[in-house]
């Protein structure tokens, strides 16, 4: 049996996810998500497929970040017309995340003048050939191939995927979640694998202490009360607003005195919690503990959530103290460009950046000292404090990712991808000398035999 692995995303960088198994003609691709980043990364969504979409066989799933689902409609377009294998979890939150994707892009190529990515016809076409799995459940693909989803404790419904082909079995780890989250179950430990693609977009470094996370936030909502300040938070749609959700909604419902508004000023993020609510068993113990006490974790006294513009620009009219979450993550669109043209001129404010900035991002040059930004032609000054708290990264950390990692028996090969290049290459040799690992880092392009 001869097993090709071609990666063609997210390879020595962070973001695109998209990777091609080829097993005896077989061909499965895990993943085919977009590039994210500046707009350089960007406009690689529109170069052409490296592969004949309409070679491929079957469709998996990850989870539903953008940088793994986001180009699954353009496969359609270019003539796939299989499966797209995910959990339920997974595929209600990637045709959230699809459906808004598609308006950003449609309004970012009309502004640019570029042709469409893909059309509306397919992505309802890509949104029609979901296939939900439970976790541990058998998916045979042909009399020598199957695949099982492993909880990969990312976000609600990630997948670490397990394939067997023949006597062989590759495991792709998708995102590896963190540490003792507040939502979603620790990952799944695996114990036998031939061959391992594992992430390392965290590879180098590790994360702030986990239990310290919380108070930081909370001590940021401390000091914008004391300083009748605005606390502008970006959010994530997936897992993080979540995350943040509940640890304020234990605060508030601790401290019944405390009254400053908390506004969640993204209708995708909202949308989102309504996809957590309805899959509660995906969710860890604790999570479910509280639950039996609290019936609703994401809300609580003075959480105001706005759906349309109109609600979102009188945010504005609302004195402080207050604090806004808003989108997107890494300030590269969302309601939140527009709350900083409000509030980033003054220095007593406070931006709270939650989580790994990709290079080239508005996120990323704030949280770096960028002197101004550009707001749709006018230079604004930045000011307000920037700050960041990555304990509630969805991301494993080094010490987790090893951890992970060594409960496999001795793997013929680590294979990394998801990672920056330096990143990957520091990982790669921790790996081996910790682990005892082979371990390579994936190239753009470069098929690989499975032996």
Not at 177 to 191: A, F, T, Y
Request: with cysteine.
């Amino acid at each position: 049996m001869e097993i090709k692995l071609t990666s063609y995303g997210a390879t020595e960088e962070v973001t695109g996810s998209c990777h091609l198994l080829n097993i005896d003609g077989y061909r499965i691709l895990v993943d085919c998500g977009m590039w994210q980043g500046n707009w350089d990364n960007y406009v690689k969504n529109w170069d052409s497929f490296l592969f004949d979409p309409q070679n491929v066989d079957a469709v998996i799933l990850t989870h539903a970040h953008l940088d793994h689902c986001g180009r699954l409609p353009k496969l359609y377009s270019k003539g796939y017309n299989g499966p797209i294998y995910a959990t339920g979890a997974t595929i209600d939150l990637a045709k959230i995340v699809l459906e808004d994707s598609y308006f950003i892009m449609d309004e970012k190529a009309f502004r640019k003048k570029m042709p469409k990515m893909f059309g509306q016809k397919d992505l309802n076409r890509a949104m029609k050939s979901f296939v939900p799995l439970n976790y541990y459940e058998k998916q045979d693909l042909n009399p020598d191939i199957s695949f099982k989803l492993h909880n990969a404790g990312h976000i609600l419904g990630s997948s670490i995927v397990e394939i067997k082909a023949g006597n062989k079995t590759i495991v792709f780890s998708g995102d590896i979640g963190g540490e003792d989250m507040p939502l979603v179950k620790d990952i799944d430990i695996i114990k036998q694998a031939d061959y391992v693609i594992c992430e390392g977009t965290y590879g180098d470094r590790a994360h702030h202490d986990t239990k310290t996370r919380d108070k930081e936030l909370i001590k940021a909502v401390q000091r914008a009360t004391l300083n009748r300040s605005t606390l502008l938070i970006t959010i994530f749609a997936l897992e993080r607003t979540q995350d943040i959700l509940k640890v304020l909604n234990d605060y508030y419902e601790s401290h019944l005195d405390f009254a400053v508004p908390v506004f969640l000023d993204s209708p995708m993020a909202a949308e989102a919690t309504r996809v957590y609510k309805k899959h509660l068993d995906y969710l860890n113990e604790d999570a479910q503990d509280v639950m039996k006490r609290d019936r609703d974790i994401f809300d609580f006294p003075h959480l105001k959530i706005t759906n349309h513009i109109r609600q979102s620009k009188e945010i504005n009219t609302v004195p402080p103290p207050k604090i806004i979450m808003a989108g997107s993550g890494m300030m590269e669109g969302g309601r939140m460009i527009h709350h900083l043209s409000q509030y980033i001129g003054d220095r007593n404010n406070n931006i709270l950046f939650m989580g790994f900035q990709v290079p080239g991002t508005l996120g990323h040059k704030i949280l770096n000292g960028a002197f101004d930004f550009d707001y749709y032609g006018r230079k604004i000054e930045v000011r307000a404090v920037a700050d960041q708290i990555d304990g509630f990264s969805a991301h494993a950390d080094q010490s987790a990712l090893l951890q992970w990692l060594g409960g496999f028996k001795q793997p013929k090969q680590i294979l990394l991808n998801h990672g920056d290049k330096q990143v990957l290459e520091k990982f790669a040799i921790i790996i081996a000398e910790q682990l005892n690992f082979e371990t390579k880092v994936l190239k753009f392009n470069n098929p690989l035999t499975l032996k």
